[in-house]
């Protein structure tokens, strides 16, 4: 299976700010990599997928980039909503694996 | 509108089997373009894959739960169902239902709200 590591664990951010979140394959994906946000108690929700594609209403401030093995979610202007967990999962091959999570903290 | 609901017991025993059905309304789960998966959570922690199931047949399951877990589907009652034996407290958990569309090799697009399993004697 391919193993990620994302980073950081945990951030700690303002309304307003610019942060980025990575994930690195342990082997290469294409761009076959996708971000969902998980807000406290809720489910997961798709938010990019193919790297860079945004879902349907996913917000403009939310951008995907990188190729191979190294990713990255950037979140351009924070707002109250964004203050989550972020986790990265590749599809390019069986099984379905997610990376640990990014606990994003005012 | 889309719904996944996810439904049973939130008390399991150890050794015992645990079974969870996810209701769908909005759309057909006989439908061929899409794929349903169940992904867990247990409590603080990440998300894990469990399986993966086109009405027709086709069914994925990650290999470190192969040997305990089955899913299937009842087109009668637009249901899709999960059943996970022998198990222990490393398997209490949020479990999701979701849905992937049109290949298996792809996000989870939508999701159900979750329903906490704990496994406790």
């Known amino acids: 299976a391919i193993s990620m590591t994302q980073s950081p664990s945990l951030l700690s951010a303002s309304t307003g700010d610019r942060v980025t979140i990575t994930c690195r394959m342990s082997q290469g994906i294409n761009r076959d990599l996708a971000w969902y946000r998980q807000k406290p108690g809720k489910a997961p929700e798709l938010l990019i997928s193919?790297?860079?594609t945004l879902q349907s209403g996913v917000p403009s401030r939310f951008s995907g980039s990188g190729s191979g093995t190294d990713f990255s979610l950037t979140i351009s202007s924070l707002q109250s909503e964004d203050f989550a967990t972020y986790y990265c999962q590749q599809y390019y091959s069986f099984p379905h694996t997610f990376g640990q999570g990014t606990k994003l903290e005012i | 509108q889309l719904q996944l609901q996810e439904s049973g017991p939130g008390l399991v025993k150890p050794s015992e089997t645990l079974s969870l059905t996810c209701t769908v309304s909005g759309v057909s789960i006989t439908s061929d373009d899409y794929f349903w998966a169940w992904v867990r959570q247990p409590p603080g922690k990440g998300l894990d894959w469990i399986g993966s199931i086109h009405y027709f047949g086709s069914t994925y399951y990650n290999p470190s739960l192969k040997s305990r877990v089955a899913i299937s589907v009842d087109t009668s009652r637009n249901q899709v169902s999960l059943k996970l034996n022998s198990v222990t407290a490393a398997d209490t958990a949020v479990y999701y239902c979701a849905r992937q569309t049109y290949d298996f090799l792809v996000p989870f697009d939508y999701w159900g709200q979750g329903t906490l399993v704990t496994v406790s004697s």
């Open positions: 193919g790297t860079s």
